[in-house]
């Protein structure tokens, strides 16, 4: 048997401490896969004594994540800390510097230092891995970087944040407001810290422009993903887009257009018999298109310790196995700045609006809508109480520049109680 | 830019038209992510004079795949000529035997004699990959050998034969017979030239087999893989059992018991609302459990021109990149002969029956049932013109010994008309 790969653990909080317990439950497996033994050296961590379920006695311990990344007897450092920047990144640039390979699940450092820490990487000639930074257990970005390297990447798309489809599809089974939801998903410890980053799109966000520097061989641009939440999305809308046959869904979309690179993350409409459209709970679901290939549809768990290890074991085998690929699909010098590009091509939009019950306020909303050069596929006014009559519009595609002309003379038309809603469908 | 990596491609059916296609549209992406060109050098088929709407003069011509294997110009045989011995398999030896590594979509060669193949490859230092040779475009073996390695896998099942799900969401969707579906499969030339492969669930059980020889550290054992297939299914069965909230699939299964390793294709019964029971047309589905990982489910394109090249590309571009993997995931000579086990454990199954419409006649299989220890979960009887009325049953989870015994002993009964069928519900 040749010489064991030499781990070093940095970050032992859910997933650092389910790596653990893989390579102390599975050494004979991995052995056997990874054609060499797989051991641990030392682990790091902010606190010694915390109890993690898992023994350590038998690693040596460091205080600073830094050192153990120099070790001598540490071939590659696992990087669990988190976080864009601090001790999560330096310690990633010491193992660089110091000559040993890093698997990371750090999607935030990657989205903000992909590129630089990959260029390192390749000129240190080590590897710098990250499947478990995106959507978990699923092997996408194998998927993506190997898998499908014989195609020209029509379109990156996916739900790739557990927690916000959780919530979404919890309010819908429940017919629960998103705040009675949220406050729910914060009890069950489902949201992070900074919560945010999960409601806010910003960790999805991170996914998507990964898996599109990978599909596009573009530098990552997270700054460049035009980032909507689902802090805004109510229960109305989502049973109003489910009696038109759709739901909602945080979707992140990634193509390259002539406009250039366009990237989004934002509440979308998919067909409700789609397979995006049946994905539940806290699952996640990305769809790969390419010239070749055609629809690719990965489903899994997109967090959690068993499928987040998963993923990091995958990438540490891959290294057992002496497998050497450049970070995001081709090496990091060939990797050229994105243009980015707005979502310009026209959409079909699910929009509601409240009218004052009288007379003609529908033909005034349609006259502003024909008068913009929208026209309507689908509406419905449903029977009211109330002195409003909610109406929906599915609209035929239609430019964003378009739609906003419409949307902003609303008011003028005196019929339009609020802000009219106004999400994009997505053609799944 | 380094040397280029030199193919010689042997068969030149669709999928081989489709691989040079790729190679030709494709060469500055193809070398951008391989780190360095792929081009062909030799290309080998039964007629030359044949137009595959492609151009080939650009590549030296071999009328024996033999000398095409052997061409000290050519560093990888692209295996596509299919059969599981003749000339695929004398190419593929006499390329091993070369030094030289190996691309093939030939699961039957594999299926017959991947031990062996991997075996010699190995002790030549070649590779032998195969991912186009198990569904299609979905990069299943990649999933399941390395996206997957860090995991002791549970179970693996899917739908991996195109044509079969065609028929049989065909036959559903138009109401039409077997024989009707497989005549018009025919005519669209969905099936192949001996149609039993398909419908017979033979080349869907030779990717299982593979599946399970990654999945379990298996010696290849397709002669051990229970067979069945769809050619007794009728459109009342397909109707019935959509009537009971579920699906029929010719579904395989792998699975390590204590007994033994299980492989089973089979048509199955799978809810209607689940993935697999979900599947349209001629897409597959492959559904990969994993202790750590949970449940992955991949879908895609199973056949076709594009899909199957996509494949291809993929295991040439990870030797370009300088991978060298085992061809079932860990070295050949680590593998060990499976024991092959009977699907022992209890399961539901699916019974329809037709009863003589006389008093006490359900009474009398239902005493049948119980003494046989089967207690019944669901049961329909329809309303009915004939003197015979069709009778539904879904029982709790039953041994397959016990379930025969029930059925020998139906005829006793004097009222049940015909051989009752039974389908297994598979929980997925």
């Known amino acids: 048997m040749t010489d064991p790969l030499r781990l070093g653990i940095a970050g032992l909080g859910t997933v650092g401490?389910?790596?653990?317990?893989?390579?102390?439950?599975?050494?004979?497996?991995?052995?056997?896969r990874g054609g060499r033994p797989v051991v641990i050296t030392a682990v790091s961590a902010r606190s010694r004594d915390r109890d993690r379920g898992v023994k350590l006695d038998a690693y040596d311990w460091?205080?600073?994540?830094?050192?153990?990344?120099?070790?001598?007897?540490?071939?590659?450092?696992?990087?669990?800390?988190?976080?864009?920047?601090?001790?999560?990144?330096?310690?990633?640039?010491?193992?660089?510097?110091?000559?040993?390979d890093v698997v990371t699940a750090n999607k935030a450092m990657l989205a903000h230092h992909g590129q630089a820490l990959a260029e390192a990487a390749e000129s240190a000639g080590v590897v710098l891995r990250f499947e478990a930074a995106v959507a978990g257990g699923i092997p996408v970005v194998k998927a993506l970087s190997e898998g499908l390297a014989g195609n020209e990447v029509r379109r990156v798309l996916?739900?790739?944040?557990?927690?916000?489809?959780?919530?979404?599809?919890?309010?819908?089974?429940?017919?629960?407001s998103y705040d009675a939801v949220f406050e729910e998903a914060r009890r069950l410890g489902y949201l992070e810290a900074d919560p945010t980053l999960d409601v806010g799109g910003i960790d999805a966000g991170h996914k998507l422009a990964l898996l599109a520097s990978i599909?596009?061989?573009?530098?990552?641009?997270?700054?460049?993903?035009?980032i909507e939440g689902i802090e805004r999305i109510s229960i109305r809308d989502i049973e109003a887009a489910r009696d038109m046959g759709f739901r909602i869904k945080l979707l992140g979309v990634a193509q390259m257009t002539a406009a250039g690179l366009e990237q989004r993350m934002s509440p979308c409409l998919v067909p409700a018999t789609s397979p995006l459209g049946q994905l539940e709970a806290a699952t996640n679901m990305v769809v790969l298109e390419g010239d070749a290939v055609g629809q690719i549809v990965l489903q899994g768990a997109g967090a959690g310790e068993g499928p987040t290890a998963s993923a990091v074991l995958s990438d540490i085998l891959d290294i057992a196995r002496g497998t050497r690929l450049s970070t995001f699909g081709q090496p990091a010098t060939t990797l050229v700045p994105p243009r980015p590009a707005p979502a310009t091509a026209p959409a079909?939009?699910?929009?509601?609006?409240?009218?004052?019950?009288?007379?003609?306020?529908?033909a005034r909303v349609a006259a502003v809508l024909g008068e913009a050069g929208i026209s309507i596929d689908r509406m419905r006014q449903y029977r009211h109480s109330e002195p409003v009559a909610p109406v929906l519009i599915v609209t035929h595609p239609t430019p964003r520049s378009a739609l906003d002309r419409a949307l902003a003379a609303m008011p003028e038309t005196g019929v339009v109680e609020g802000q009219p809603v106004a999400i994009r469908i997505e053609d799944v």
Do not use: W
């Open 348 to 362: 079909p939009y699910y929009l509601r609006m409240e009218l004052l019950d009288r007379p003609g306020s529908l």
């Open 17 to 32: 401490a389910g790596v653990v317990k893989i390579i102390q439950r599975r050494a004979e497996l991995l052995a056997r």
């Open 215 to 226: 599909a596009y061989g573009t530098q990552v641009a997270f700054d460049a993903v035009q």
């Open 62 to 100: 460091e205080d600073d994540p830094v050192a153990l990344a120099r070790r001598p007897d540490v071939d590659v450092l696992v990087e669990l800390i988190g976080g864009s920047d601090g001790p999560a990144k330096a310690a990633t640039e010491a193992a660089i510097a110091a000559g040993k």
């Open 158 to 176: 996916g739900v790739m944040n557990g927690t916000c489809n959780y919530i979404l599809t919890r309010m819908e089974h429940g017919g629960l």
